[in-house]
T-cell receptor
Framework: TQLLEQSPQFLSIQEGENLTVYCNSS?????LQWYRQEPGEGPVLLVT?????EVKKLKRLTFQFGDARKDSSLHITAAQPGDTGLYLC??????????FGKGTMLLVSP | SQTIHQWPATLVQPVGSPLSLECTVE??????LYWYRQAAGRGLQLLFY??????ISSEVPQNLSASRPQDRQFILSSKKLLLSDSGFYLC???????????????FGDGTRLSIL
C-alpha cells in the first residue's frame, strides 16, 4: 500500500510570510499532483510534476519533485489570505488509482 | 471546456433512508469517473471508480453502491443509510476511459451529507 505523508497538518501564518509544506512517501511515484481545496468546494488541481528533480512555478507557488520521485514540496512566497485552504498532494504510478495525502490546512491571516 | 456537476449540494437524511447522488460531466467523452468521501475536511477516501459504462470498481466494502448508466453520468446510491455515512462526497473525472486511473482529476463541488 502506497502512503503519502503531508506535513505540517496545520499551519497558521501572517500575510507576507513564506512557507513550505511537504509530501513524503517511501514509494516511488511516476507523477505527483498538488491540489488546493477551499471550504465547501472540491479540490482544484494546481500542478502535476512527473520528472525527478522537476521544479514548476505558478505565480508565488513553487513546486518541486524529489530526485527519487518519492517526495515533493510546495513553497509559497509572500502568502496572502487568498492562499488559505487545504493543500493536498496525490501520487500516481502504474495502473493503480491516485494515492492522496491527508492534506495541510493553511490559514493566512491579514 | 469541461465541467462537472454534482447535486444536491447539501442533504440531510434520516438513518435507514435511501440515497442517490448524481454526477454528470460535460465537454468530454469517455472519462474515467470517481466517487470519494472526505471526512472532517481532510484526506480523500476513494469509494468507487469507473473506466466505462457499466464498469464499476469498488475500493472499500460498505453499504454504498455506484452505477454508470451513461458515459458521462455517475450515481452513488445506498438502500439504507448509516450514521457513519455522513461526510462530504466528491465526484471527479479524469482523462479518457481506458487510460491510467491516476491521471490528474477534476472535481465537482461536492455534496455535504448529514445523517440524523
Amino acid at each position: 500500500t502506497q502512503l503519502l505523508e503531508q506535513s505540517p497538518q496545520f499551519l497558521s501564518i501572517q500575510e507576507g510570510e513564506n512557507l513550505t509544506v511537504y509530501c513524503n512517501s517511501s514509494s516511488v511515484f511516476s507523477s505527483l499532483q498538488w491540489y488546493r481545496q477551499e471550504p465547501g468546494e472540491g479540490p482544484v488541481l494546481l500542478v502535476t510534476v512527473v520528472t525527478g528533480g522537476e521544479v514548476k512555478k505558478l505565480k508565488r507557488l513553487t513546486f518541486q519533485f524529489g530526485d527519487a520521485r518519492k517526495d515533493s514540496s510546495l513553497h509559497i512566497t509572500a502568502a496572502q489570505p487568498g492562499d488559505t485552504g487545504l493543500y493536498l498532494c496525490a501520487g500516481g504510478s502504474g495502473y493503480s488509482t491516485l494515492t492522496f495525502g491527508k492534506g495541510t490546512m493553511l490559514l493566512v491571516s491579514p | 471546456s469541461q465541467t462537472i456537476h454534482q447535486w444536491p449540494a447539501t442533504l440531510v437524511q434520516p438513518v435507514g433512508s435511501p440515497l442517490s447522488l448524481e454526477c454528470t460531466v460535460e465537454g468530454t467523452s469517455n472519462p474515467n469517473l470517481y466517487w470519494y468521501r472526505q471526512a472532517a475536511g481532510r484526506g480523500l477516501q476513494l469509494l468507487f471508480y469507473s473506466v466505462g459504462i457499466g464498469q464499476i470498481s469498488s475500493e472499500v466494502p460498505q453499504n454504498l453502491s455506484a452505477s454508470r448508466p451513461q458515459d458521462r453520468q455517475f450515481i452513488l446510491s445506498s438502500k439504507k443509510l448509516l450514521l457513519s455515512d455522513s461526510g462530504f462526497y466528491l465526484c471527479a473525472w479524469s482523462g479518457i476511459a481506458g487510460t491510467a486511473v491516476n491521471q490528474p482529476q477534476h472535481f465537482g463541488d461536492g455534496t455535504r451529507l448529514s445523517i440524523l
